[in-house]
């Protein structure tokens, strides 16, 4: 029996690793193939597979908010479309928060896989699409007061059938976009990423046999509740609570507030939002997927890095929503900017409320935004209309045995930054400094990593503006004595003038960090400026050696080193 065990255990490690696999080569060919840099360059994707029950059961380490997201997702789009009614060659769209989707820029495409006419499972891509219509270029409308500003949604509908385009649902979503050709090649790459995971899928079962695949995949899934479970019995039992906010929504000058309780009892946890403020009006709600995807990341981050990321691992952890929350928002309440930067809160809180139970696990907040930038209009050296999605990094918190990194994405990304070559080339835009910004590392005995600040100046005649942050008023937190992190910023100089102003200044707005269509031209300067992250530990105690390197690299000013002492 021992000899037997030990076989299905190799050959379910086999099994994982060739899925995970799988996962990564669906990645890089929508890298490889995409359109837009937020995909090619930003990586702002998710690949995965799925079983015939709808269980995820491999992915590629792309973005964690996707992965935590993912099988709410297949399950909802599953109950929409029964197994019954799909073919071979079939490709489902869908990208509704509504119907267990994020949030309207995330477009999910999944095709069935069958071997022998047998259904067996499913090749799922999720990705975030530039530019999907809506009040403003790129849908972050930090104005928005209902879903319906925040773009085209897209309930599950078949846009292959049978290996065939259903040319009237291309037709129609193409016309609702400001951008068609890019999205077509968008889409193009997404539709090659879950063909090139069925064809692979497909083999892998050919190859096992299904009966044995399925025992293996079951067993996969077991073991990974398993490795969960036993991790979280290193957790100690007891009740756990935090609270962070969101500074504003945009369109009312006022706090929300996420309040988490977390339950840990022997090897299960139920995280409790539900002392969380009611549901905005403006666009930072999240909805259902967000509030589990969250809580899932937050876990997934104080436990094993190695345990395999299917839906087994999800298993011991429960999470509590109600809706109407900011957490979970009822329809048609604006959300988009709920999987980006509400994600962030909810995360952090978790891991905050956690970091009393674990404190060698934990780490302090990073900056806590991705200072989504976002900007529509005509590029004259190409004549076309462009649309950007493009983000900052910040700083990440320390640790109990190291500082944070620097200028990394936010927790619920994975995505990388524009290289200034690219972005130059494809925008009207030049980038006159990109560089990290000292100080803006909480102090603590292990330090907060470093943001980024970005200065540039507008090429184009006019640009639409929009801007989706956080952190502009509330610093990244620290842990156990550690301080706070530097808070981030966005400034505007007009041409001509030697002011530089925030948008609540410049163009009247409510919000210097949420906010809809302001215009820039031709010679106007911009600064980006992310958060850094949050210290850890007294900062009087760190190591000197590390604070002299620190001044030396001109990351610690002689000021900042006040701190220190």
Not at 414 to 440: G, K
Request: with cysteine; hydrophobic share 40%; aromatic share 8%.
């Amino acid at each position: 029996m021992e000899k037997i065990a030990a076989k299905h255990m190799v050959q379910m490690s086999i099994l994982d690793g060739r899925l995970v696999q799988i996962a990564k080569e669906m990645g890089i060919t929508l890298m490889m193939t995409s359109y837009s840099t937020i995909f090619n360059e930003g990586l702002d994707f998710t690949c995965g597979l799925a079983d015939a029950k709808g269980n995820l059961i491999g992915t590629g380490d792309f973005q964690p908010s996707m992965i935590g997201g993912l099988p709410l997702v297949i399950q909802t789009i599953t109950q929409e479309i029964p197994v019954e009614t799909l073919e071979e060659g079939d490709v489902i769209v869908h990208n509704d928060p509504y119907r267990g989707g994020m949030h309207t820029p995330e477009h999910t495409f999944i095709q069935p896989v069958f071997v022998d006419k047998v259904f067996v499972g499913y090749s799922v891509a999720i990705g975030h699409v530039a530019e999907v219509g809506g009040m403003v270029p790129g849908a972050f409308a930090g104005e928005a007061t209902e879903i319906f500003h925040e773009g085209l949604r897209v309930p599950p509908i078949k846009i292959r059938r049978k290996g065939k385009d259903v040319e009237d649902v291309w037709r129609l979503m193409l016309a609702n976009y400001r951008t068609p050709r890019q999205n077509f090649g968008d889409f193009r790459a997404m539709i090659s990423a879950v063909e090139l995971g069925e064809q692979r899928l497909r083999g892998l079962i050919e190859e096992f046999g299904l009966e044995r695949f399925t025992e293996l995949t079951d067993s996969l899934l077991d073991y990974s509740e398993a490795r969960m479970r036993a991790e979280l019995r290193e957790f100690p039992n007891g009740v756990y609570s935090f609270e962070d906010y969101m500074e504003d929504d945009g369109i009312e000058k006022r706090r929300y507030k996420i309040a988490v309780d977390v339950f840990v009892q022997d090897d299960e946890i139920v995280v409790d939002f539900r002392r969380s403020d009611k549901q905005a009006k403006g666009p930072i709600n999240g909805v259902l997927s967000v509030a589990l995807s969250a809580s899932y990341n937050a876990i997934l981050h104080l436990t094993d890095p190695s345990i395999p990321k299917n839906s087994g691992c999800f298993r011991p952890i429960r999470v509590v929503a109600p809706p109407g929350l900011v957490v979970n928002a009822n329809y048609p309440a604006p959300e988009v900017g709920g999987n980006t930067e509400t994600h962030i809160r909810i995360c952090y809180t978790v891991i905050g409320a956690l970091a009393v139970a674990v404190p060698e696990r934990a780490f302090a907040t990073d900056g806590g935004t991705h200072s989504n930038f976002l900007f529509g209009g005509q590029n004259s050296r190409t004549d076309e209309y462009v649309v950007c999605y493009d983000l900052s990094t910040p700083g990440w918190g320390g640790r109990s045995h190291a500082d944070g990194n620097s200028a990394c994405n936010a927790i619920n990304g994975n995505s990388r930054l524009n290289p200034v070559e690219v972005f130059e080339t494809r925008f009207p835009w030049r980038i006159d400094a990109h560089e990290f910004v000292p100080d803006t590392g909480g102090p603590g005995e292990f330090r907060g990593g470093l943001a980024l600040r970005k200065k540039m100046t507008c090429l184009a005649d006019e640009l639409k503006l929009s801007f989706m942050s956080d952190r502009q008023e509330l610093a990244p937190w620290g842990l156990f004595k550690g301080q706070s992190g530097g808070c981030g910023s966005l400034h505007i100089r007009r041409k001509g003038s030697e002011a530089w102003k925030d948008f609540q200044e410049d163009s009247g707005k409510v919000s210097a960090s949420k906010f809809s269509n302001a215009v820039v031209y031709e010679g106007d300067q911009v600064i980006v400026v992310a958060p850094g992250g949050g210290g850890y530990g007294d900062a009087r105690k760190r190591d000197r050696q590390a604070l002299a390197k620190d001044i030396a690299a001109g990351w610690v000013t002689e000021k900042g080193a006040a701190a220190y002492r």
